[in-house]
């Protein structure tokens, strides 16, 4: 059959559309294709994880008195380091003026180094003063008509420990012994110290008690008082009518000590609540202990003498990572590699084996620059942290187009 030149011109352009056709739907194909291949994520990089070493380290011996019971703490650490004895609630004597001094300081507040109001003693200060002269208890002279500052009141108290003065304290800050009792008491659970009660302000009484580990918790908060912490660490002081009062804290200046309160009664026993300092591998230490129940205040100041010794010597700074310490390895599909390590060396100032927490935060990476930080390690001890940042070393890149087109996702 012949064609024309009509049906011959009509045959080409079907066949030429049909080419275009098809070229175009190859055209859109891989269009289509590339724009996919180009705008998929990108496999998820491969991370291997090192094993998070555990940092462990031996307890240290710690020479114990060897009577009564014992605690002791670090300040700016919770709860105790460690105790020896019985921990149950018991008499605490005169140590029951450090809070007689902390009840007051709460209502009636001294900075560092402020003198505060005057008190105006009276024939009632008289009075009180005969009555702890016939209980035996120690006492500070008192004159009807002289005047004291309220530091200097806190001096009478807390260096030769006079009974009389702590009841006057009392008194003039709360209107009534009653009165103060109730407030002390109030303090002490605002203060969540479960195993402390006072009935007196001075501690002559045996119903005024405490635990080792509240009377730890009591010195942390007493020397975080300005004016207590400045008097605990007097030696001795003059004060108007009353003359030199000397600390009653023989062991002051040794073994660290830097102050705190004594105590003496039948049924306590010789007891002490003391603070000591220490410069360790080039960091401050302030421990807070109290020990009670000694026969005699020298077999006391013995005893924790040694025993603050030892405490101390408990101390020992513990490498935590090294610059450069490898964490994990990541890897691509595309052949780039990278490790994250610590950006720094890091270590801790560590009593006996107390446990130490290693938090490692390290997310997964898709693309990264060599030496950014891309994670965290943080280590924890006593109360105590810190962190190291992790950043990689070498470089997570873009596989480029190339790779992209001819890996589909």
Known sequence: MTLNRR??????????????GVALIAVLSMLFYGVNALAAPLPATSIARGEVPVLTQAAAPVEWPGFGRTAVGQLGSPGLLASEGEQSSGP???????????????????????????????????????????????????????????????????????????????????????????????????????DTHVVDASGLSAGSVSSPANLVEIGKLAIAQPAIAEIIAMKSAELPTIG???????????????????GTTDEAGACLLYTADAVIDGQSVTLVGATLGADTHSELNDAVGTLLDSVFAGFHTVPLT????????????????????????????????????????????????????????????????????????????????????????
């Open 7 to 20: 049906q011959i011109y009509r045959r080409r352009r079907i066949v030429v559309f049909s080419v275009a």
């Open 244 to 262: 030199t009062v000397t600390n009653t804290n023989k062991l002051l200046g040794k073994h660290g000590v830097t102050g705190m309160k004594t």
């Open 92 to 194: 605490i004597a005169s140590i029951t003026k450090v809070i007689t001094s902390l009840v007051v300081l709460d209502e009636h507040p001294l900075g560092a180094g402020e003198a505060g109001p005057e008190i105006d003693y009276t024939e009632a200060d008289v009075d009180i003063y005969w009555e702890t002269i016939a209980e035996n208890g120690s006492s500070a002279p008192v004159v009807a008509g002289m005047s004291l500052s309220q530091r200097e009141t806190l001096i009478a108290l807390l260096l030769p420990s006079a009974n009389n003065y702590a009841e006057s304290l009392a008194v003039w800050a709360f209107g009534s012994m009653d009165a103060y009792l109730e407030a002390a008491n109030a303090w002490i659970a605002e203060h969540g110290l479960a």
């Open 322 to 409: 090294t610059a450069g310490q490898q964490w994990a390895g990541y890897s691509t599909e595309w052949g780039d590699a990278a490790s994250a390590e610590s950006a720094a060396s890091a270590s801790l100032l560590v009593w006996s084996d107390t446990p130490i927490e290693t938090s490692l935060e390290l997310p997964d990476v898709a693309l990264v620059d060599d030496g950014a930080e891309i994670g965290s390690v943080t280590f924890t001890a006593g109360g105590q942290s810190t962190s190291v940042p992790i950043t990689a070393n070498g470089a997570l890149g873009d596989p480029g187009v190339w790779w992209k087109l001819g890996n589909p996702r």
